[in-house]
């Protein structure tokens, strides 16, 4: 560089590199640009914008306060700070900044996109729709906005409408292998495997360098040594770091797939191990919150207001909730129940923790109102519009157990248990779409999972007899006899299709989508074994040291389970690679 004080070159290299995804390069050199022109704006939001992708978000505030510093009647930087603030989960904060640039600059489709995105994010779904409409009403050929409104009926089982949007989308950028990817993601949800691999198959042609095609490929393909895709990800670990947190964790967990696949465990649980590395960096999570969370919940829940609320809720007995850790069951659980004709099985409902916005923690006065409401929410899911019954099994209701039953007292409730050790590797196995950040770190992950121990402890004592628990490993052992007390306890005649679970025809959003589809298998018993001592944090955590030396004592050799299921899909809306375009940085 000729010269080396020049900020305004600095500032275009700053961009150059953000847009090969060389984010510590290009946060050099944005660096470099604030400290020969401190008046630079661009400069500042381009800095912002590398400091997001290297996960260093409070770094990114300060920057941006800077930029607004500057022009505080600029969209451009509200609109950043919007994205940061939305990155630490602050929905509330994050749709504030979003309104003033709605002032500033009206009727602005990107705004709509991402006020959107923050509704969608905060569970706010139906006004996250009105909000892409409008986006869409300004700028009719808008394929991000398509993609957005996809991703929002994907996650709320609307299929049909995230397919036609999909392929709008597509018609608008038929060269988008994101797009692409995210109709591979679609169909996986409904079982045809097919056609999710011959979209793979176009975007591959199109991108081979994106994490998210091997992501997504790694449900519907078994890799193998010599695979020429397995060797494409290998090239591509070699130039992955320092592009970006998001990229470099969806590429690992794909890499911990095709090793697992292969046999070669150690070097899964590598991959494994960075992926959730990577992730860890740029999710909010403190658990000590988590806590204070929990014995919120227990205060609320006191055997005194339990008995203050008894008698008070809506006595509907439509719906059925299957709760406890995520992997531990759940859809498996479901899928039995909804097999037979006269369930509706409505999959991950958010209308529970909806009811906090709306109506506040419950008390004897509002409990009915709570509960009606919540029934008439899922009715509106039942697309035979004749169920008698509909299950909600979103996992995490198994904290609003007390709520549960002072606004539903007549519901039924589930809670799905599994092998301690079994159920928080399957966890950490994860790259979720939302939420469950206490997921990508061992130490953290074992305490959550006694968190939630200790809470269903205090709900069998509080509420005995209430709801119903059930054990994985004896459902998959003996199915016909688990099926048989599901289906008692609902208070249904038996029907054989309960056996069949598989069979099934139906969308699952979850991360057991591809179990589904097979019949009930026993090969995640006991699974953590084949990686034994790289556990050893989440066991000591968990407490079960013992269960560590049983297996050092019998000295076990890891073996390949043959006919192991693939169990790494994600939740409907995935990684960034999977997304629209990224935003053009601002250059000088």
Same mark, same amino acid.
């Given at each position: 560089?000729?010269?080396?004080?020049?900020?305004?070159?600095?500032?275009?290299?700053?961009?150059?590199?953000?847009?090969?995804?060389?984010?510590?390069?290009?946060?050099?050199?944005?660096?470099?640009?604030?400290?020969?022109?401190?008046?630079?704006?661009?400069?500042?939001?381009?800095?912002?914008?590398?400091?997001?992708?290297?996960?260093?978000?409070? &770094? $990114?505030?300060?920057?941006?306060? *800077? +930029?607004?510093?500057?022009? %505080?009647? #600029? =969209?451009?930087?509200?609109?950043?700070? !919007?994205?940061?603030?939305?990155?630490?989960?602050?929905?509330?904060?994050?749709?504030?900044?979003?309104?003033?640039?709605?002032?500033?600059?009206?009727?602005?489709?990107?705004?709509?996109?991402?006020?959107?995105?923050?509704?969608?994010?905060?569970?706010?779904?139906?006004?996250?729709?009105?909000?892409?409409?409008?986006?869409?009403?300004?700028?009719?050929?808008?394929?991000?906005?398509?993609?957005?409104?996809?991703?929002?009926?994907?996650?709320?089982?609307?299929?049909? &409408? $995230?397919?036609?949007?999909?392929? *709008? +989308?597509?018609?608008?950028? %038929?060269? #988008? =292998?994101?797009?692409?990817?995210?109709? !591979?993601?679609?169909?996986?949800?409904?079982?045809?495997?097919?056609?999710?691999?011959?979209?793979?198959?176009?975007?591959?042609?199109?991108?081979?360098?994106?994490?998210?095609?091997?992501f997504t490929m790694s449900n519907v393909k078994k890799f193998t040594k010599d695979d020429k895709d397995f060797k494409k990800m290998v090239s591509l670990e070699k130039k992955i770091e320092g592009h970006g947190l998001e990229l470099e964790s969806t590429l690992n967990f794909a890499l911990f797939s095709a090793y697992e696949d292969i046999g070669d465990y150690k070097k899964a649980f590598i991959h494994l191990k960075k992926g959730n590395d990577a992730k860890r960096k740029f999710i909010p999570f403190q658990s000590e919150r988590q806590q204070d969370h929990f014995e919120a919940i227990k205060k609320h829940y006191s055997p005194a207001n339990l008995k203050k609320f008894k008698g008070k809720g809506y006595g509907s007995k439509t719906p059925i909730f299957i709760v406890g850790m995520p992997r531990s069951g759940t859809t498996l659980t479901e899928q039995i129940i909804s097999s037979h004709p006269d369930v509706f099985g409505a999959g991950e409902l958010p209308h529970i923790s909806e009811l906090d916005s709306k109506f506040g923690l419950v008390t004897a006065k509002n409990a009915r109102e709570m509960g009606e409401y919540y029934v008439k929410q899922i009715k509106k899911r039942d697309t035979t519009k004749k169920a008698?019954?509909?299950?909600?099994?979103?996992?995490?209701?198994?904290?609003?157990?007390?709520?549960?039953?002072?606004?539903?007292?007549?519901?039924?409730?589930?809670?799905?248990?599994?092998?301690?050790?079994?159920?928080?590797?399957?966890?950490?196995?994860?790259?979720?779409?939302?939420?469950?950040?206490?997921?990508?770190?061992?130490?953290?992950?074992?305490?959550?999972?006694?968190?939630?121990?200790?809470?269903?402890?205090?709900?069998?004592?509080?509420?005995?007899?209430?709801?119903?628990?059930?054990?994985?490993?004896?459902?998959?052992?003996?199915?016909?006899?688990?099926?048989?007390?599901?289906?008692?306890?609902?208070?249904?005649?038996?029907?054989?299709?309960?056996?069949?679970?598989?069979?099934?025809?139906?969308?699952?959003?979850?991360?057991?989508?591809?179990?589904?589809?097979?019949?009930?298998?026993?090969?995640?018993?006991?699974?953590?074994?084949?990686?034994?001592?790289?556990?050893?944090?989440?066991?000591?955590?968990?407490?079960?040291?013992?269960?560590?030396?049983?297996?050092?004592?019998?000295?076990?050799?890891?073996?390949?389970?043959?006919?192991?299921?693939?169990?790494?899909?994600?939740?409907?809306?995935?990684?960034?690679?999977?997304?629209?375009?990224?935003?053009?940085?601002?250059?000088?």
């Amino acid at each position: 560089m000729a010269r080396p004080d020049y900020a305004e070159a600095h500032n275009n290299l700053c961009v150059s590199l953000m847009q090969q995804s060389k984010f510590p390069e290009a946060h050099t050199h944005g660096r470099y640009a604030i400290s020969f022109r401190k008046d630079y704006f661009e400069a500042y939001l381009n800095l912002a914008e590398t400091l997001r992708h290297l996960g260093q978000f409070d &770094e $990114a505030i300060k920057t941006i306060q *800077k +930029a607004m510093i500057l022009r %505080p009647d #600029s =969209a451009e930087v509200h609109m950043d700070m !919007a994205d940061t603030l939305l990155m630490l989960d602050k929905h509330a904060e994050a749709e504030a900044e979003l309104r003033k640039v709605d002032k500033l600059k009206p009727d602005n489709p990107r705004v709509y996109l991402k006020l959107a995105n923050v509704q969608d994010r905060a569970g706010k779904t139906e006004e996250a729709l009105e909000t892409i409409n409008k986006a869409l009403q300004q700028n009719p050929e808008m394929a991000d906005a398509y993609v957005k409104r996809a991703q929002i009926h994907h996650i709320n089982n609307r299929i049909e &409408e $995230a397919k036609e949007d999909y392929l *709008k +989308a597509l018609e608008i950028a %038929p060269k #988008s =292998a994101g797009i692409l990817v995210g109709l !591979a993601d679609l169909h996986q949800t409904i079982g045809e495997l097919d056609k999710s691999r011959d979209y793979l198959k176009k975007a591959k042609k199109i991108n081979d360098n994106l994490p998210g095609l091997y992501f997504t490929m790694s449900n519907v393909k078994k890799f193998t040594k010599d695979d020429k895709d397995f060797k494409k990800m290998v090239s591509l670990e070699k130039k992955i770091e320092g592009h970006g947190l998001e990229l470099e964790s969806t590429l690992n967990f794909a890499l911990f797939s095709a090793y697992e696949d292969i046999g070669d465990y150690k070097k899964a649980f590598i991959h494994l191990k960075k992926g959730n590395d990577a992730k860890r960096k740029f999710i909010p999570f403190q658990s000590e919150r988590q806590q204070d969370h929990f014995e919120a919940i227990k205060k609320h829940y006191s055997p005194a207001n339990l008995k203050k609320f008894k008698g008070k809720g809506y006595g509907s007995k439509t719906p059925i909730f299957i709760v406890g850790m995520p992997r531990s069951g759940t859809t498996l659980t479901e899928q039995i129940i909804s097999s037979h004709p006269d369930v509706f099985g409505a999959g991950e409902l958010p209308h529970i923790s909806e009811l906090d916005s709306k109506f506040g923690l419950v008390t004897a006065k509002n409990a009915r109102e709570m509960g009606e409401y919540y029934v008439k929410q899922i009715k509106k899911r039942d697309t035979t519009k004749k169920a008698k019954y509909i299950t909600d099994k979103m996992p995490g209701n198994f904290a609003r157990i007390g709520e549960i039953v002072s606004i539903l007292p007549n519901a039924k409730i589930i809670h799905t248990r599994r092998n301690p050790i079994d159920n928080c590797l399957s966890c950490y196995k994860q790259n979720f779409a939302r939420g469950q950040y206490w997921s990508y770190n061992l130490e953290e992950l074992a305490e959550y999972y006694k968190l939630y121990e200790d809470l269903m402890a205090y709900w069998r004592e509080v509420l005995p007899g209430q709801f119903l628990e059930i054990d994985y490993e004896d459902t998959v052992s003996d199915l016909e006899t688990q099926a048989r007390k599901l289906i008692d306890y609902v208070g249904l005649e038996w029907n054989d299709a309960c056996l069949q679970p598989h069979k099934q025809k139906r969308a699952v959003l979850t991360a057991s989508k591809m179990q589904v589809i097979k019949p009930v298998y026993k090969t995640s018993v006991k699974a953590w074994e084949r990686y034994g001592k790289n556990l050893e944090p989440l066991i000591v955590g968990l407490g079960m040291e013992d269960e560590l030396k049983e297996l050092k004592k019998t000295k076990k050799p890891a073996t390949k389970a043959k006919t192991a299921p693939k169990t790494k899909v994600k939740t409907a809306t995935k990684s960034a690679a999977k997304k629209a375009p990224k935003k053009t940085p601002k250059k000088k």
